[in-house]
C-alpha cells in the first residue's frame, strides 16, 4: 500500500504559479519504480489527467507527458531520494481551479490505484 500526501495547494490571482508537492511512502514502496501522476477534478466535472511522470525502461529514466490544456504551462518533476513529484504550475487560469490528486501505479499498464487526498487549487480573476 502506498500512501500519498498532496501540499502546496491555494489561492492565486490568474496568470500566477503554484507548486504541488506529494509525498509518497509505504513498508515495501520502491518510490523509482513507481509512475506518477497529478489529476484534478473541478467542481461539477469528472476527474481529469493532468499530467504523469512514467518510468521508461528498467531504470530511473522517466517520460513526462501533459493534457493539452496545460502543455507548456505545467511541468511535473519527481526526487526519487525524497520521494517526492512535483507540479509546477505556472500561467495560471480561473479554469485550472479544481481539486489536484496525485497519483501512483505500477506500471504503464496498470490502474491508477493509490490516490492522495487531494489539494484545493483556486485562481481567480
Known amino acids: 500500500q502506498v500512501q500519498l500526501v498532496e501540499s502546496g495547494g491555494g489561492l492565486v490571482q490568474a496568470g500566477g504559479s503554484l507548486l504541488l508537492s506529494c509525498a509518497a511512502s509505504?513498508?515495501?514502496?520502491?518510490?523509482?519504480?513507481?509512475?506518477m501522476g497529478w489529476f484534478r477534478q473541478a467542481p461539477g466535472k469528472e476527474r481529469e489527467f493532468v499530467a504523469a511522470?512514467?518510468?521508461?525502461?528498467?531504470?530511473?529514466?522517466?517520460?513526462?507527458s501533459f493534457a493539452n490544456s496545460v502543455k507548456g504551462r505545467f511541468t511535473i518533476s519527481r526526487d526519487n531520494a525524497k520521494n517526492t513529484v512535483l507540479l509546477r504550475m505556472n500561467s495560471l487560469k480561473p479554469e485550472d481551479t479544481a481539486v489536484y490528486y496525485c497519483?501512483?501505479?505500477?506500471?504503464?499498464?496498470?490502474?491508477?490505484?493509490?490516490w492522495g487526498q487531494g489539494t484545493q487549487v483556486t485562481v481567480s480573476l
Open positions: 497519483a501512483a501505479r505500477t506500471t504503464s499498464n496498470s490502474a491508477w490505484d493509490n
Open positions: 509505504g513498508r515495501t514502496f520502491t518510490f523509482s519504480t513507481y509512475n
Open positions: 511522470s512514467t518510468r521508461s525502461g528498467g531504470g530511473t529514466t522517466y517520460l513526462n
